[in-house]
């Protein structure tokens, strides 16, 4: 059986091809990276659902095309989308004004409406904390949240918002594109801090709706990961090149759909994914928030399960501005191996090159929209490789502060799997393992786990696999220990990284 499933990123839209029997096959994937991003007066991103689309549609054909598939032979569809957008439709499903993505923080100000008086903690209404908490175990922290995004529309843009008919996330809107239904998949409901968490509770919180202001006429009907929303509709199915009414499994966003992708199904084990953006997950068994550290245990497909997540808004695209920076002369790029290359031949710690990760603000462990990457330790002397190590080496700063946070919180697992664009790197993989002293697993294919990990779900959804047996379908192909040398430097230099960003923290403050 054939599925075919889609990863909507930030950066790239990638559709994956995969065979499902006794095993989960990867049989090979396309990537059409044409959607551009707006940045409106440095907080406001926006994408375009036409570009999706469209980039859905060619990706699928290309992808058939490829691999010699015919479109009978594909025998369902399913998403990994990004998370915590904003895409709001009219009662026809066209967009009232285009999708604000999970970099949109132009919303601080109805945040701080909401919770920036009476009695605080972390910075938040103690009152109001504690009521969203026991409602829906997830407060709406940060002004990337979509409900706050929702309420900016609402006030700055009345006459679009006058046209909302639907409040979606990305993949609850390509579900609709596909099947014509508007739903929300559990986990971009969750994430919505408006689905009731209550024992015995469902759907969605009439209490917390009240509470922000959110039109309940514009939520949608909530599904499961692992339900058919229905078939693909003849209009989709003729711009995809796929057949009229191929089942369309929901899927879910990019937190759970990774973890799965990369096999951890089981309480306790952890993840790292460094694509565009990165993230820490661990797998635990209950839903909780934690303010103090800014991660939330977001649901997944599994009942019994949660995933606890801490973000990296910018860990690769960091890396690509890197290996943008150091260009040839005529404008193109070192390749991969050559970045490789140059990091490997830099020293660890990069001879004191200190880069911080925060090229859009921090997410976690605290929230900054503000905040911005620096880069100190630059002489005359400081070569490409150290850059790309120093810049590689900030990102892995990072994972190991949020690793260190959830281990504060839950058992982390001694052996972490990693996965993303740069997994596809030995050096980085390494150095990951030197910095955060965990024996670190990549996963085979590691830019397309969401994709699988999609596929995953859809092989659930239609009775050809059970949860239980994800972990033994995704293939380990490389383990990295780390180098006890190299991990007693790295010490050293986390903690000039951790008082870099305090410092930095304080300059922003200050401005």
Request: aromatic share 10%; charged share 20%.
């Amino acid at each position: 059986m054939y599925l075919v499933t889609y990863d909507i990123g930030n950066s790239f839209i990638k559709a994956t091809l995969t065979k499902i029997s006794d095993t989960i096959q990867f049989i090979g994937a396309t990537v059409i990276s044409n959607h551009s991003t707006a940045t409106l007066e440095g907080k406001g991103v926006e994408q375009s659902t036409e570009q999706w689309w469209d980039s859905i549609c060619r990706s699928t054909k290309e992808l058939l095309k490829n691999y010699g598939i015919s479109s009978d032979q594909i025998k369902g569809i399913s998403f990994c989308s990004q998370m915590n957008g904003t895409v709001l439709v009219d009662a026809n499903g066209n967009t009232v004004r285009p999708p604000m993505t999970f970099l949109d923080r132009r919303a601080d100000q109805e945040l701080k409406d909401y919770f920036n008086h009476g009695l605080k903690i972390h910075g938040l209404n103690i009152w109001k904390l504690l009521k969203g908490m026991h409602h829906t175990s997830m407060v709406p922290v940060g002004a990337y949240s979509p409900v706050w995004k929702y309420k900016w529309v609402q006030k700055n843009e009345p006459e679009k918002f006058a046209k909302v008919d639907k409040f979606l996330d990305v993949g609850d809107y390509l579900l609709f594109k596909t099947t014509g239904r508007f739903v929300r998949t559990e986990d971009s409901a969750f994430c919505t801090a408006l689905n009731d968490c209550r024992k015995g509770h469902s759907g969605w919180s009439h209490i917390m709706a009240k509470a922000y202001g959110i039109n309940e006429k514009h939520l949608p009907e909530i599904v499961h990961s692992t339900d058919i929303v229905g078939k693909l509709t003849a209009s989709a199915a003729e711009h995809m090149g796929l057949s009229q009414g191929t089942p369309v499994i929901a899927g879910g966003g990019d937190v759970a759909m990774v973890a799965i992708g990369c096999g951890n199904t089981q309480n306790h084990q952890t993840s790292i994914y460094c694509g565009t953006s990165g993230s820490v997950c661990t797998v635990v068994d209950q839903a909780n928030q934690f303010a103090d550290i800014m991660m939330i245990a977001v649901k997944g497909p599994n009942p019994a399960q949660k995933y606890l997540y801490g973000e990296l808004e910018t860990a690769g695209k960091c890396f690509a501005w890197a290996r943008a920076l150091i260009g040839k002369l005529d404008n193109s790029k070192y390749s991969y191996e050559e970045c490789a290359s140059f990091i490997a031949k830099a020293a660890p710690g990069s001879r004191g090159l200190l880069f911080t990760p925060f090229m859009n603000g921090c997410k976690t462990p605290f929230e900054d929209g503000n905040i911005r990457s620096s880069l100190s330790g630059i002489d005359l002397e400081t070569s490409r490789g150290e850059l790309l190590r120093a810049v590689v080496e900030g990102i892995c700063y990072h994972f190991r502060w949020l690793l260190e946070c959830q281990a504060k919180k839950c058992k982390v697992s001694d052996t972490i799997r990693f996965a993303g664009g740069l997994a596809r790197i030995n050096v980085v993989n390494q150095i990951l393992a030197d910095i955060t002293g965990h024996t670190i697993e990549t996963v085979k294919h590691p830019q397309y786990v969401g994709a699988l990990g999609a596929a995953a779900v859809a092989a659930i959804g239609l009775e050809q696999m059970k949860f239980e047996d994800i972990h033994k379908h995704i293939e380990i192909t490389n383990t990295y220990t780390p180098n006890p040398e190299n991990h007693e430097i790295y010490n050293k230099f986390y903690k000039k990284f951790l008082a870099k960003v305090k410092s930095d923290r304080k300059l922003v403050d200050r401005t």
